[in-house]
């Protein structure tokens, strides 16, 4: 399947639903390699916030944490 959808001045996109229905997940791991970017539905969340959560951590915390990190990357 190939679909073509515009990137926003903020840096978002929307999915269409097709591609969403194939995904069947709200949430996505992204692959960059070179010019090639695959999309994969995540499967477990909780995994990948894993080395970010401590004992009693609540989600809220974690997230911050995670969207302070994503947000301090270097821009490509």
Known sequence: MAVTATITSK??????KGVRS?????TVVI???GETVVLRPARS???ALAKYAGP???LRN?????W?????APKR
Do not use: H, I
């Open 22 to 26: 194939v995904l069947n997940s709200t």
């Open 56 to 58: 009693n951590q609540p």
């Open 68 to 72: 302070g990190e994503v947000t301090r």
């Open 11 to 16: 840096g978002q996109l929307t999915l269409p």
């Open 45 to 47: 969340v909780a995994g």
């Open 62 to 66: 974690v997230r911050e944490r995670v």
């Open 31 to 33: 692959e960059v390699e």
